[in-house]
């Protein structure tokens, strides 16, 4: 999942930075609020972190437009531990959740997940057929197996787990699974394909994931 931190604190934006990548997450930085709403503008995030107190144009002043724009992201604002107004403000223009400064990583993490399960993704244990993901604990299975995955593994599983069925191009899965640094001129995404099925549908008779052949892959049930 990729995720947009907005916030000119350099040491706090690092700071999630590191810590999400961790956990998996594909992230991309802005520092100003003017940098920041023109990345949730033209990329497509899972979730965006808004400070609200930015230099160019305010946390809030950037959640109203994007939301005026139609960018349906889940937004989780960060604000400072007396700005109650701030925090109502935000809330009622439609940020989903709120963190006060200073918070613990585990809290923003748990914070993420909850969004994340509200924008349309379903319950917290990701499954299909067989296989399983638990984004909390972070451990995937395979029937009883455990399956050990690798951060980027583990996104790429995450991202295909949340769109079974469903074609999903090189473009969707760098976008989702990577973040701006991302090469696109590289094979790098069929090549973690190859890493994660040689995990996932090793010594298996049924095959969850399948390529389409010039277009990208689906996480499916069938036979091969
Ligand atoms: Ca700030």
Request: charged content about 35%.
């Amino acid at each position: 999942m990729r995720v947009l931190v907005i916030e000119d604190e350099k040491k706090v934006a690092s700071f999630i930075k590191r810590g999400l990548e961790q956990e998996s997450y594909a992230v991309d930085v802005a520092h100003d609020g003017i940098d920041g709403q023109h990345y949730a503008e033209v990329n497509e995030y899972d979730a965006i972190i808004l400070d609200i107190m930015l230099p160019g144009k305010s946390g809030l002043a950037v959640l109203k437009e994007l939301k005026e724009k139609g960018v349906e992201t889940p937004v989780l604002l960060l604000t400072a531990r007396d700005s109650v107004e701030d925090r109502v403000e935000g809330l009622d223009v439609g940020a989903d959740d709120y963190l006060t400064k200073p918070f613990a990583f585990e809290e923003l993490l748990a914070r993420l997940r909850v969004l994340m399960r509200r924008g349309g993704y379903g319950s917290p244990m990701l499954k299909f057929e067989d296989l399983s993901l638990d984004p909390a604990t972070r451990k995937a299975k395979r029937g009883d197996k455990e399956v050990d995955l690798t951060v980027k593994e583990y996104a790429l599983l995450e991202y295909l787990l949340r769109n079974p069925d469903r074609v999903l191009t090189r473009t969707l899965i760098s976008e989702h699974v990577w973040d701006q640094a991302f090469d696109s001129e590289t094979n790098v995404v069929d090549v973690y394909i190859n890493h994660l099925r040689a995990k996932v549908d090793k010594d298996v008779s049924c095959k969850l994931i399948h390529t389409v052949r010039g277009v990208g892959y689906v996480l499916k049930k069938e036979q091969e």
